[in-house]
């Protein structure tokens, strides 16, 4: 039997669970927005696949979406898998101190025996900190990706949807499509930000 005790269970309200229960949610909204995007920029391609060189424009466009579909999925995973190290960190924080603490109640005969045992506790903080830091980075960087190929598609869905304005009834197709591809794009921008803000604390 391990002779190691598993983390304490954070209390209620405590930053690591409300950060938990934050990065759950974010990722699991993600997910289900990027299976929609996903889907959308397929669907945007079939008129081409049917029609072939008539709707070359078109499928300029579409093949696009289906780009940026794909970046979008790739910086995604690059969240996830930063979003694990930091609550790594934050747990290993609770279980460093919860022992610290129990060390603490020693009797003074143990403390002399082990002069070190502050100092030790202090090199161990630095070094649980700096992991924390180097995760937040790594995340916030991963976030600043997202965000980044978010605006780029949202600015071509955009730029697509004025496109087919401009040509009326010809280009009714590309309307929709843009149209639909944005709504969905705007609403991963906005989750995107309501997790920003809820982690601005852990990642400054």
């Known amino acids: 039997m391990s002779s190691s005790n598993p983390p304490p269970?954070?209390?209620?309200?405590?930053?690591?669970?409300?950060?938990?229960d934050a990065s759950f949610a974010f990722q699991l909204q993600l997910r289900q927005?990027?299976?929609?995007?996903?889907?959308?920029?397929?669907?945007?391609?079939?008129?081409?696949?049917?029609?072939?060189?008539?709707?070359?424009?078109?499928?300029?466009?579409?093949?696009?979406f289906r780009d940026g579909a794909l970046q979008l999925r790739h910086a995604a995973t690059e969240v996830r898998e930063a979003i694990q190290p930091l609550i790594v960190s934050f747990m290993q924080g609770l279980r460093d101190g919860a022992q610290f603490d129990k060390l603490m109640l020693l009797p003074e005969s143990v403390h002399r025996r082990v002069p070190r045992l502050e100092a030790l506790q202090r090199e161990r903080r630095a070094a649980r900190d700096e992991q924390r830091r180097r995760a937040g980075t790594r995340l916030r960087r991963a976030l600043s990706r997202l965000d980044g190929v978010v605006g780029e598609l949202e600015y071509?869905?955009?730029?697509?949807?004025?496109?087919?304005?401009?040509?009326?009834?010809?280009?009714?197709?590309?309307?929709?499509?843009?149209?639909?591809?944005?709504?969905?794009?705007?609403?991963?921008?906005?989750?995107?930000?309501r997790y920003l803000e809820h982690m601005q604390g852990v990642l400054a």
Not at 10 to 16: D, F, I, Y
Not at 163 to 180: M, N, Y
């Open 33 to 64: 927005r990027l299976r929609e995007i996903d889907r959308k920029a397929l669907n945007a391609q079939l008129p081409v696949k049917r029609h072939g060189g008539g709707l070359a424009g078109y499928g300029v466009v579409a093949q696009s």
């Open 9 to 20: 269970a954070p209390p209620a309200h405590s930053p690591l669970l409300g950060m938990a």
């Open 156 to 193: 071509f869905a955009v730029n697509a949807n004025i496109e087919a304005a401009l040509h009326g009834a010809t280009q009714a197709r590309l309307a929709q499509v843009s149209h639909d591809m944005r709504s969905a794009i705007v609403q991963v921008r906005e989750q995107l930000g």
